[in-house]
């Protein structure tokens, strides 16, 4: 085989994370345009300009939440399995919440009665703003620790509760989830729009910049001063065949801190993502739309990279019992699986950013409230 065992781990784990910057950077300013369709949007007509900013958008879009949702199925079988037995009720609630997106947008203007259309807008308010906040707050629950253990079958038990993953911490860094991608709906409505929506998008997205950099900080020193963190004490061979239980892990305080020290580029990962949030309020107050996306796309990637860089190397950790967190690791597939995956990733990765890039490209331009009032009939 062309990568030896270790490297095809941290191949993997560089390409989960890829897939999940894609769907925040994708789908996330679908979602985003979603959570401020009730605010920004004050007539029927300025919200089907909102949906329609979107419309040709939105399923392709979700593409990357089912790669990278596929990736962990394949490539981190135990955490796909831990996951779904701890956050089982979350994840129903995103499912629930993204079914009411593809029935908002095909049924919502199917009927030109204020109440049907009224329940569709709150309904894809609802089906973006969950989702975006249930995400964070995963995230949170991670750097927290999951409470499930494995036994010596290497069958997880899970004993906590859904209440119990809406701690402070845990919604703080749901609310920074939402807020990016509130911010970067605004900055892709600065492109679309134009007029008065354009204008109130430019200053909802300074007001969710502003508020994502203050709780991305707060977080920040949180995390580091106000919890634990995990610590590898000793374990088996990088080369290894999977068993989160041949090892050893510490609860340690300011050990979420262990990479920055180590690998000092890390840094790097904070310092984007305040200085894309610093990019978002400069360029928008500046009327330059398309550098306050590209801030926006580089914030976001900036703050996932530093939730997943003071991570490293675990994936899921495990509150009630450290040995058995999940590490990128001890918790992946077999060689020969990963290194399958890995091909078929090579040829059809390239084939869906093609045809993305072309979407987009053939779709481009502005939406306006002339153009709804022509295509009132085939616009969603």
Do not use: C
């Amino acid at each position: 085989m062309i990568f030896d065992y270790e490297t095809l781990r941290l191949i993997w784990w560089v390409l989960i994370g890829a897939l999940f910057i894609g769907f925040a950077l994708t789908d996330g300013f679908d979602m985003g345009v979603g959570a401020l369709l009730p605010a920004l949007g004050r007539n029927d007509e300025e919200r089907r300009v909102l949906i329609n900013t979107v419309g040709p958008h939105w399923d392709g879009n979700q593409v990357w939440f089912i790669l990278a949702g596929g990736a962990i199925f394949a490539a981190w079988p135990l955490v796909y399995a831990a996951a779904f037995s701890g956050f089982y009720f979350a994840l129903l609630l995103v499912l629930f919440a993204l079914i009411l997106r593809p029935v908002g947008f095909e049924y919502r203007s199917k009927l030109p009665t204020p109440g049907w259309r009224r329940f569709w807008d709150w309904a894809l308010f609802a089906g973006s703003a969950v989702p975006a906040l249930v995400f964070g707050v995963a995230f949170g629950n991670l750097l927290l620790g999951v409470p499930f253990e494995f036994d010596a079958d290497l069958r997880s038990h899970y004993s906590g509760s859904f209440f119990a993953l809406l701690n402070p911490f845990a919604l703080v860094t749901g609310l920074v989830s939402l807020a990016m991608l509130t911010m970067h709906g605004a900055t892709y409505l600065q492109l679309r729009t134009e007029g008065p929506l354009q204008e109130r998008a430019r200053h909802a997205a300074r007001i969710a910049a502003l508020v994502a950099g203050l709780l991305f900080a707060l977080a920040g020193l949180w995390l580091s001063f106000g919890i634990d963190g995990f610590r590898i004490v000793s374990s088996a061979a990088h080369d290894a065949p999977s068993n989160p239980l041949a090892k050893t892990v510490a609860k340690v305080a300011g050990a979420w801190l262990d990479n920055y020290r180590t690998y000092a580029w890390m840094v790097l990962a904070p310092v984007l993502g305040f200085l894309g949030l610093a990019g978002v309020l400069l360029f928008s107050s500046r009327h330059r739309p398309a550098p306050a996306f590209v801030a926006s796309a580089l914030a976001i990637t900036g703050i996932i990279l530093t939730a997943g860089f003071s991570l490293f190397p675990f994936v899921m950790p495990s509150s009630l019992s450290p040995a058995s967190s999940l590490t990128l690791w001890d918790a992946t597939s077999s060689q020969r699986t990963l290194m399958l995956m890995f091909w078929a990733t090579v040829v059809l990765l390239p084939i869906v950013l093609l045809y993305t890039i072309w979407a987009y490209r053939a779709m481009r331009g502005k939406v306006t409230v002339e153009q709804i009032r022509e295509q009132h009939r085939s616009a969603y």
